[in-house]
T-cell receptor
């Protein structure tokens, strides 16, 4: 079946511009996660959705970052007024159950964001 | 503070040369330890979940083991297609804490 789909796969933007990153999870997966991956560092948690609600937004680095999920499916991560330090690979993952039941995460291939 | 440290950062092996990757963790109340494989330009792919000390899981040439302080990913007689970055993560409460990964290169 189809896996997690992320678009665009690559995005180059100028400092100060806004960007939107999209994630289509596996159908039926109720939990959706956004992570950020920088070279040589572990995955950095950004936000988690259960259905359309975001019980944990604690990882969002600043108020320039926001995310929403609609219809229990597609999610969009928006970064406003991008800065060079926002350059990274943004990964989306979905899982069948909730975090507490240790359901494996299924990842998309990420969006590589470069801020010039 | 919850922490996950993976070593070595990179490991180069000849095809058929067995070795182990290490994942050391400090967490208040381990609720699961996970191994993922990540190929260049791809997202991580789930390999194993371990829950308690002494537990072992196997898949093809890979075997994961767990103690109270660390996990090992043993690779036996690796092939070039086993080349990837291997990521370890631990769950404390409901968040995952990730290590930086070990980049494994298997030379034919």
């Amino acid at each position: 079946g189809a896996g997690v789909s992320q678009s665009p796969s690559n995005k180059v933007t100028e400092k100060g511009k806004d960007v939107e990153l999209r994630c289509d999870p596996i159908s039926g997966h109720t939990a959706l996660y956004w992570y950020r991956q920088s070279l040589g560092q572990g995955l950095e948690f950004l936000i988690y959705f259960q259905g359309n609600s975001a019980p944990d937004k604690s990882g969002l680095p600043s108020d320039r970052f926001s995310a929403e999920r609609t219809g229990g499916s597609v999610s969009t991560l928006t970064i406003q007024r991008t800065q060079q330090e926002d350059s990274a690979v943004y990964l989306c993952a979905s899982s069948l159950g909730s975090p507490g039941d240790n359901s494996p995460l299924h990842f998309g291939n990420g969006t590589r964001l470069t801020v010039t | 503070e919850d922490q996950v440290t993976q070593s070595p950062e990179a490991l180069r092996l000849q095809e058929g040369e067995s070795s182990s990757l290490n994942c050391s963790y400090t967490v208040s109340g381990l609720r699961g330890l996970f191994w993922y494989r990540q190929d260049p330009g791809k997202g991580p792919e789930f390999l194993f979940t371990l829950y308690s000390a002494g537990e072992e899981k196997e898949k093809e040439r890979l075997k994961a083991t767990l103690t109270k302080k660390e996990s090992f990913l043993h690779i036996t007689a690796p092939k070039p297609e086993d080349s990837a970055t291997y990521l370890c993560a631990v769950r404390s409460n409901y968040q995952l804490i990730w290590g930086a990964g070990t980049k494994l290169i298997i030379k034919p």
